[in-house]
Each structure stands twice: as C-alpha cells, then as structure tokens.
C-alpha cells in the first residue's frame, strides 16, 4: 500500500485517531518549549535535553488514554520527564558539561542584560540539584510552592527551604562578582 | 512573622499577594526598595531560564503519532503471522474468532496483492493519495495555525510566507517511504490538495497530470517538489501556479 493509513479504518475509529491527535498536537504546542527548558536545566545539555524530550513525548503519546484532566497536563508530562530522565542514568552516566563550553544562543536584549545572565546562567547550573529542580519548577512553569511539593513529592517547608536557599546562593554569588 | 521569616518569604516570592508579606511592607520605603530589588532578580532569574528551543524540535515532535503508526503497522502485521494459542481455557468463541480474523487477514492480504500495481509513478501515489483521504482529509474542517503549517513545512525548508487560504489539514505522509507532506487548503477557488514531497523523490510526479476525476501541477521548488491537485470539476487548474507565490524554499 502507498497511503499512510490503514484503509479499513472505520470511520469511527479515526475519529479517535484523530481526537487524539489533536490532544496530543495541543500538548506539543503548548508545553514543548517549557518541557525542553526544563529538562535543559536538568541535564544541563541541549543534545540530552532533546532526546529525553523526544522520549517523553512518545509516552505521552503512547499514554495518552491515561491524562484525563488537561489542567493536569504540565504536572504529567513533568512526571514523564523526570522518570525519563532516572531511566537514562540508570542506563548510563553520561558526561555532563561544563556549562561555559556551551555556547547558548538565548540572545537578549541589552548588553548589561545579557552580561548578567550569563553569569546567572552559569550559577543556576552549579547550584546542586536538589535546589536546581524546584527553582526551575518555579521560574519556568510558575509553580507555587505546594504545586511544586505534589510535582517532587516532597514536604512544601522543605520546598520552600530549598527554594530560599537556591536564590539566596544566586544572589550572594552575583552580588559578590559585582 | 519575624524578619527572618519576612525576608525569606520575600526571596522566594516576590510577586506575593499573602497579607501578612504586603502589610509589612506597606508604607516602609527601605521595605519597599527590598521588594524591587528581589523583583528584579526574581524577573533575572526566570528570564535566564528562557533558554531557546532547538529549531525543528516542534515539527519532530509533531511527527511522533506518525511514526508509531507505522511502528505499530509493522509490528501488527508480524504478530499476524503468529496466533499464539497458550491457554487451554480459551473458549471455542476466541477461538472461531481468531481463526476468521486470521481467514480475513489472509483473504485480505490476497486482495491486497491482487489489486497492487507493480510499479506505481509519483503521479499515481499522489492521487492514490487523495482518493484514500478524499473521506478523511477533505473532509476535516480544521483550520491550522500558520505557525503549525510552517513548521511542519521547515522540515523540507519550506515556508508559507503568509496565510492566504485557510489551511483545514496539514500532516505527514509517506510516498513510498519518502516522507512528505500532505495539505488540504481552501483557497479562493475551492479546497485544493497539497504535497511537498522531497528532491530525491524514487517515483517522480509529472509536471501536469489527471485522472477522470482529479487535475494536478507539480513544480520543483528550490528544496522540495510541490504538488497541487484539484477536483476537475472546479476547472481551476489553470490557478494551480498562482498559490506558488505564498511559498519560499530555501535551503
């Protein structure tokens, strides 16, 4: 056969196809760019970084049946997202690198601007882990402490104690190379 | 709440609503200035985050539903082949059924063959094409965003300058193995079919062609081939080329 689709598909069952296709193209449209930051910022490699996205998206995909809430979209895929992740270090330990070998193309305006971020970039991929994740659950999809709690599922003080201690590392860092 | 308190809960969100953080600073200027220095950095800090998204990353996720089914198409059509019959419990009921499903495939594989052509042209997949989606494709009523069309377009380093038509389909397809892309667009004159299909195409599509039912124009396009097939009855065929102009390719 030359045509991509199965031709005794009954119509009712593309319907389906397609509902799900839509759902799906929803979710790319909407949420690929902040998945990809996030797990950016998790691996601190774009080549990574893009092949957990892929992977996740592909669950995503196969799983789809299983999101019932849209609201809960963002939370789902996060959750796919880490689990990915976890896998893929299971599978190997891949060399992270060093964040001033990566040449980031995230141009922004003003000269200033852009001076400080670098900077901030380089400290936002050295803060550890643990106070890396929730920070970026934060200025990436705009948890709030207790979203950010049920995501990590972790306890929101302990949340909220990370998430000072992630910023005021930041700050005192740049405060001192000023 | 002491200060200690205070302060961290302002680091942390300085965009707060909560009272107890506002009240506080209400009227205190050193208060204030504190604020609008944490908002500053908290602006920073998301800002930094924002780091780009990799061209293409969208198209190729886009792409995923159609590669599964293709996935699942082969890996289908292999399992076919072995009905593994294990447990005794089964009732004869499964059993009838998966022996008319395996009577059906085969009876339908038959057909299939059957009906192959050995050799089919670019020309003929096309309109294969839109024969098998006249039901489905023209059918839809979607209206797909200029940027969802574009990129799917970057793929074949294509680009649709600006909307002219309402696109209601755009999606992957495969000529032969060769994926493409196939569009429906209403345009001035009526629901027109789209391929962009890629340079090194096995089964060429000829510039001009039609069937009893269906008229086509192809054109190589710096990057890709574009294809557009209209029904004959419209007798547009004539205004195939002026669409040309809302598309650039460029490698």
Redesign the interface.
């Given at each position: 056969m030359t045509t991509s689709r199965n031709q005794n598909e009954t119509p009712s069952v593309s319907g389906d196809i397609k509902q799900k296709q839509v759902r799906y193209e929803r979710l790319v449209r909407e949420l690929h760019g902040d998945i990809y930051r996030y797990a950016y910022w998790l691996v601190k490699d774009k080549a990574v970084a893009e092949d957990i996205v892929q992977e996740t998206f592909l669950r995503a995909w196969k799983s789809l049946d299983s999101l019932k809430d849209e609201k809960a979209a963002k939370a789902w895929l996060i959750t796919i997202l880490r689990r990915e992740n976890a896998r893929r270090f299971e599978r190997k330990q891949f060399d992270l690198v060093d964040m001033d070998d990566v040449s980031l193309a995230d141009e922004q305006p003003g000269y200033e601007t852009q001076l400080e971020h670098n900077e901030l970039r380089g400290l936002m991929a050295n803060l550890s882990e643990e106070y890396r994740e929730p920070l970026m659950l934060q200025v990436i999809f705009g948890f709030n402490g207790e979203e950010i709690a049920n995501q990590l599922q972790l306890n929101k003080n302990t949340v909220m104690t990370r998430l000072f201690r992630a910023r005021n590392q930041l700050k005192d860092a740049l405060d001192k190379e000023i | 709440m002491n200060d200690a308190e205070f302060r961290?809960a302002l680091?942390?969100?300085p965009f707060t609503s909560d009272s107890t953080v506002t009240d506080k600073i209400e009227g205190n200027a050193e208060l204030e200035q504190l604020q609008s220095e944490y908002q500053a950095?908290?602006k920073?800090?998301?800002?930094?985050?924002?780091?780009?998204?990799?061209e293409g990353?969208?198209a190729?996720?886009?792409n995923?539903?159609?590669q599964?089914?293709?996935v699942d198409?082969s890996t289908s059509s292999q399992s076919e082949k072995v009905v593994p019959i294990t447990s005794r419990k089964r009732n004869n009921f499964v059993q009838l059924a998966l022996a008319a499903s395996v009577a059906f495939a085969l009876g339908?594989s038959f057909t299939?063959l059957q009906n192959?052509p050995v050799v089919?042209t670019g020309t003929e997949?096309a309109l294969?094409?839109v024969y098998?989606?006249a039901?489905?494709a023209m059918q839809?009523d979607g209206n797909v965003s200029l940027e969802?069309v574009n990129a799917k377009l970057a793929t074949f380093g294509g680009e649709l300058m600006a909307k002219f038509g309402r696109v209601t389909f755009a999606n992957?397809?495969?000529?032969?193995k060769q994926k493409s892309l196939h569009m429906v667009v209403e345009t001035d004159f009526g629901k027109v079919t789209m391929f962009i299909t890629p340079k090194d195409l096995d089964r060429a599509i000829d510039n001009s062609f039609s069937d009893d039912k269906y008229e086509g124009s192809s054109w190589s396009m710096q990057t890709a081939d574009l294809t557009i097939i209209s029904d004959k009855e419209m007798k547009v065929a004539d205004k195939h080329e002026k669409l040309l102009k809302h598309f650039r390719f460029s490698a």
């Open positions: - | 961290q680091l942390v969100e950095f908290d920073n800090l998301r800002e930094t985050a924002q780091v780009d998204v990799p990353l969208m190729s996720l886009m995923i539903p159609l599964q089914e293709t198409e339908l299939m192959q089919e997949i294969a094409h098998h989606e039901d489905y839809l969802d992957y397809c495969f000529f032969e």
